[in-house]
């Protein structure tokens, strides 16, 4: 079945650093690939998505490109904030018809000013 | 603020009650999907419910059901509850034309502990 393995938090860095929160898949056919963020006593709000091999989504500064040759989705900013800290999670859906997501069990990410 | 609406926001029972969770979402949001994050976990697919009628299920077992009503609001019942299924439970809608899930909103979600 569909399966999604993301990097072990949680994740702790200083403000201004570089972000890398990598996400691998398993699915047959061709998913659709998402971040979400989960920030504390909030729902799960989607952060970006990408839907087809070699798309790249974007949103508030971070990134993640879709690709089908390594089956990965890194999640990536180039300078975070305080405001960042949240827990990320990576997901995918199959598209078959309903709209199941598969989640990755999240990475924490904390930043200090 | 997703317009999508649970409750209670925490709960505690005890193992072999019955519990019912409900959501409201917003208008117009005619699929619903019923998610469990466990601790530590990522949500766990349930079930989805389009128009009133279970569209897909997730490999949870029978004890867990689920109605959906016209009025845009859905119920999520657990029957003789394990202590396993302490959880947060996530709702999710949609208007059913979501292409790439970019118009699922989640709830805050319901904290249920099974003592």
């Not at chain 1, 709000?45 to 949103?59: F, H, V």
């Not at chain 2, 029972?13 to 979402?25: F, P």
Request: aromatic share 12%.
């Amino acid at each position: 079945g569909d399966s999604v393995t993301q990097m072990e938090g949680p994740v702790t860095l200083s403000e201004e650093a570089f972000l890398t929160i990598n996400c691998t898949y398993t699915a047959t056919g061709y998913p659709s690939l998402f971040w979400y963020v989960q920030y504390p006593g909030e729902g799960l709000q989607l952060l970006l998505k990408a839907t087809k091999a070699d798309d790249k989504g974007s949103n508030k500064g971070f990134e993640a490109t879709y690709r089908k040759e390594t089956t990965s989705f890194h999640l990536e900013k180039g300078s975070v904030q305080v405001s960042d800290s949240a827990v990320y999670f990576c997901a995918l859906s199959d598209n078959f018809g309903n709209e199941k997501l598969t989640f990755g069990t999240g990475t924490r990410l904390t930043i200090i000013p | 603020e997703t317009g999508v609406t649970q409750s209670p926001t925490h709960l505690i029972k005890t193992r072999g009650q019955q519990v019912t969770l409900r959501c409201s979402s917003q208008s117009g949001h005619n699929t619903v999907s019923w998610y469990q994050q466990a601790l530590g976990q990522g949500p766990q697919f349930i079930f989805q419910y389009y128009r009133e009628e279970e569209n897909g299920r997730g490999n949870f077992p029978p004890r867990f059901s689920g109605l959906q009503f016209p009025n845009y609001s859905s119920e999520l019942n657990v029957n003789a509850l394990e202590l396993d299924d302490s959880a947060l439970y996530l709702c999710a809608s949609s208007d059913g034309k979501a292409i790439g899930n970019e118009k699922l909103f989640f709830g805050s979600g319901t904290q249920l502990s099974v003592l």
